[in-house]
């Protein structure tokens, strides 16, 4: 018999995110091991065996290492028995399309997405500056892979993308990276996603379909979310309290 | 039967070149529809219908349409029968591998490559200026991502990807990606290739192992690289002759 599989993630990280939600709904037994990306623990002599690249998430199957959550996703839906077809169809057809978006995703959705949340809000906490411009430039891919969701990836009858009725580990891998925009001031994320229903909507489906395991991975970042909006509360009320202050002296 | 394969490409796109030349070399029966990009017939109607997001390459097979370069060559090498395994192993592992590659690529040696090469030499051609600093920024991507092509993707005992005796199709996508840094001035493609010997010797064993279909299908991107070479020529005469006579001037 094969060794437990050995999944090593940041549940901070959202590909992370999908990689454990998928385990888990499937009923595949695996050990998390955790790699904490702000202890630098991904740049460990011991991890950049199982991931030369040095990043997360990656398995280790016995002696097999793999790296790059798409393709994680597809081994897991093929090497495991038991899984639902509706994952990673074996239909030619199906599974030409969902690999599509899958690749698609990399330079819309996800560029837009990662950057977008780094340069506004993560980037500090990774030790990097925000960057106001950057962010502009995400926003805009951001904005053009949404309208893309809505118009293009998420047309037909079902209530998943290309029409499924069922979701696919597209679905999962694309909702966990928007599911990041949490961390985001809320108005900011209304302006982003609300133009967008038929995106909401399939947000909400997923996450029906996926939980308990949708939240309960997504934890970490709902406290994350509390945390920034403290942290913006608490900078508005002194930039409140500093602006009554100039207005009462502007007065004088 | 099915209707003959149509394949919409824009021969100076690299992943169009790549989809043709897999074509060519396992004998897949194909009509190629030419969309020329710097003539906007991506934007048009009628290939609109065949991909909505309005780029190349796409395919259409009887009513079946399919976009994004990895996944067409994935779903050619499962369509058509008697391809040869090693395009695409059905092994579970080597294809995981393989995919593993696919994915890394995007915002990786795609991302650095295309940017940096539209930032220093085709944007004109596409409607863009170049921009020196975004090229900077896309060449730190390329350096980088040619190193873990060195050090990580062709470790091992055979001369292809992954270690492998005969190529995939996640060596001919990227080999094309990289061929397209011919159109550089050639000593920035020395500076930015030569330091990478594993590298090098792999696009010449690509090239050898899918020759003369390789040349043929770059043969537009060999008379692009000639054109450019000549303008920076007459540029070059045309500062030195000005240099001369500013240095003429000065000894007065």
Same sequence: chains 1, 2.
Wanted: aromatic residues 8%; hydrophobic residues 40%.
């Amino acid at each position: 018999m094969m060794e437990k599989l050995k999944v090593y993630v940041d549940r901070m990280s959202q590909p992370s995110r999908a990689i454990l939600i998928f385990c888990r709904l499937n009923g595949i037994d695996f050990e998390e091991v955790q790699i904490d990306l702000s202890k630098r623990h991904h740049l460990s002599p011991q991890f950049t065996e199982v991931n030369p690249l040095q990043k997360v998430p990656a398995i280790l199957h016995g002696n097999f290492n793999l790296f790059e959550s798409h393709a994680i996703l597809a081994y897991l839906a093929s090497a495991f028995p038991g899984i639902a077809d509706h994952w990673y169809p074996t239909d030619v057809f199906r599974r030409a399309k969902i690999n599509s978006v899958l690749d698609w995703h990399h330079s819309n959705l996800r560029y837009g997405a990662v950057n977008y949340v780094i340069n506004t809000v993560l980037g500090p906490a990774l030790g990097r500056p925000l960057n106001p411009k950057a962010a502009a430039e995400a926003e805009k891919v951001l904005l053009s892979s949404l309208s893309k969701l809505e118009d293009i990836w998420l047309n037909g009858d079902g209530r998943f993308l290309l029409g499924a009725f069922q979701p696919s580990i597209a679905d999962l891998s694309l909702v966990c990276e928007l599911t990041q925009l949490e961390v985001l001031d809320e108005k900011d994320r209304d302006r982003i996603l609300s133009p967008y229903k038929k995106v909401l909507r399939w947000i909400k489906d997923t996450k029906a379909a996926t939980n308990p395991h949708f939240d309960e991975m997504h934890n970490i970042l709902y406290r994350a979310k509390k945390k920034f909006q403290q942290q913006r509360s608490r900078v508005a009320k002194t930039e409140t309290e500093t602006s009554n202050e100039i207005g009462g002296h502007s007065k004088m």
